[in-house]
């Protein structure tokens, strides 16, 4: 029950950031013509590329549409509730990585809103959701799950990449760890050839999963309980049975 309501509080605080940022449209789609220009710049405009050749297959519009809209919730959930059920002494470090990028996001969503690509048809956009699914993530029951400008970052990759770092780092099994490994760059696909992020959104979640497993691993350190260590090995220690004394 903890658990729950410590989610459904930063669930609140979310939905009052896309509250305030709903009203800043002009400002998000300066800030994302500002992101294309520096694509462009380096040369790493390469969205439009990504989409003109998933257009050619419709079967795999499909499957990615489906990864888009689903994976962030019911792979994030799996996850963390395989966590707590199996490997306890982990979870509650890892749901700290996981506040610690959600506080962050929610603070940069604030300061740089970002409208995504799919709002953008003049560069050649293609919003797959809505085309082929049929589904308007601006209108409607769907629109209170989601903000239209929190492109930077992306908190499909940031999350993924907590999955795919931590199932990697707790697992032995091979074929776990490659399906860790690739999960991420599932997403990344996904994410991109739906119109719905940017390469630099990309970025910017990637690296956002870094500083929240870094700040969990050492800024928080000194103030969580032995079991909430990283690694396979994280179990309560006891103290030693003290010495007896000598006659």
């Known amino acids: 029950m903890l658990q729950a309501a410590l989610w459904a509080l930063a669930d609140l605080l979310y939905e009052g950031v896309r509250g305030i940022v709903a009203g800043r449209a002009s400002v998000a789609f300066a800030n994302a013509r500002s992101v294309i220009s520096l694509e462009q710049s380096t040369g790493t405009f390469w969205e439009p590329h990504v989409q003109s050749w998933i257009l050619g297959h419709r079967e795999l519009i499909e499957v990615i549409n489906w990864i888009y809209l689903n994976a962030q919730f019911s ?91 931590t199932t990697i780092r707790l697992t032995r099994r091979r074929s776990l760890r490659v399906l860790g490994g690739l999960y991420p760059l599932l997403v990344l696909f996904a994410i991109v ?48 049975d003290p010495e007896p004394e000598l006659a």
């Open 75 to 165: 792979v994030n959930l799996l996850f963390l509730a395989a966590l707590y059920i199996w490997r306890n002494e982990i979870f509650y470090f890892v749901r700290n990585m996981y506040f610690v990028a959600m506080g962050v996001a929610l603070v940069v969503h604030l300061g740089f809103p970002v409208a995504p690509p799919r709002l953008f048809p003049e560069y050649g956009f293609v919003d797959t959701v809505q085309r082929y699914a049929h589904i308007n993530q601006d209108v409607g029951a769907i629109s209170l799950f989601v903000n239209p400008y929190a492109a930077v970052p992306s908190m499909h990759m940031c999350f993924s990449l907590l999955v795919g770092g």
């Open 193 to 240: 050839s739906t119109g719905n992020h940017f390469i630099f959104d990309a970025a910017a979640g990637a690296v956002l999963a870094l500083v929240a497993a870094l700040a969990a691993g050492r800024v928080m350190a000194p103030m969580r309980p032995t079991t909430w260590a990283w690694g396979r090995q994280a179990v309560l220690h006891t103290p030693p």
